[in-house]
T-cell receptor, first 116, second 108 residues
């Protein structure tokens, strides 16, 4: 079975500062990894995903994440945040599976609060 | 990729009633998934809906409370039965990494 731990429930940061949201996973099989963002009172939006290949994945809105297999981590980073990045961020893991769709297991979420 | 729509987008219901949520996918898929997001919480998988077989429920969720139908490869419904205020949540349909917009349910 897979599990996801998001190490910080809340991350306050000042505008234009860098940010890292931490995510660790546990799995005995190969996995795919995802980061989603949820703005207040809105649905889920996929930021980026790691399926295979390069361990550095670039996503939308200037976010990137690095897959580290030895540390079973998939931390999300942004070099300079904006007020508009204030939202809830979810890390998720999916059992690696070719040719179909599978369920996702979500972490508890990290609330990013960007202050002026 | 998959485009997913859900109906209704939101509803306010009285306790003791039931609500059926519909999920439509723009392509044929074997498995569809239903999640619940309680207020201020993360997403929790309710069940996996396979076409042509009974849904598979996660621990803590039962068919009597959340009956699911999967009549074809592009459609599924989730019913929230005998609702109580604790059922107030967002219910999301998904196909792998793709999610519908969710159904916001408030039970009074």
């Amino acid at each position: 079975a897979q599990s996801v731990t998001q190490l910080d429930s809340q991350v306050p940061v000042f505008e234009e500062a860098p940010v890292e949201l931490r995510c660790n996973y546990s799995s005995s099989v190969s996995v795919y990894l995802f980061w989603y963002v949820q703005y207040p009172n809105q649905g889920l939006q996929l930021l980026l995903k790691y399926l295979s290949g390069s361990t550095l994945v670039k996503g939308i809105n200037g976010f990137e994440a690095e897959f580290n297999k030895s540390q079973t981590s998939f931390h999300l980073r942004k070099p300079s945040v904006h007020i508009s990045d204030t939202a809830e961020y979810f890390c998720a893991v999916q059992r690696g599976f070719s040719g179909g769709y599978n369920k996702l297991i979500f972490g508890a979420g990290t609330r990013l609060a960007v202050h002026p | 990729s998959a485009v997913i729509s859900q109906k209704p987008s939101r509803d306010i219901c009285q306790r003791g009633t039931s609500l059926t949520i519909q999920c439509q996918v723009d392509s044929q898929v074997t498995m569809m998934f239903w999640y619940r997001q309680q207020p201020g919480q993360s997403l929790t998988l309710i069940a996996t809906a396979n076409q042509g077989s009974e849904a598979t429920y996660e621990s803590g969720f039962v068919i009597d409370k959340f009956p699911i139908s999967r009549p074809n490869l592009t459609f599924s419904t989730l019913t929230v039965s005998n609702m109580s205020p604790e059922d107030s949540s967002i219910y999301l349909c998904s196909v792998g990494e793709y999610f519908g917009p969710g159904t916001r349910l408030l039970v009074l």
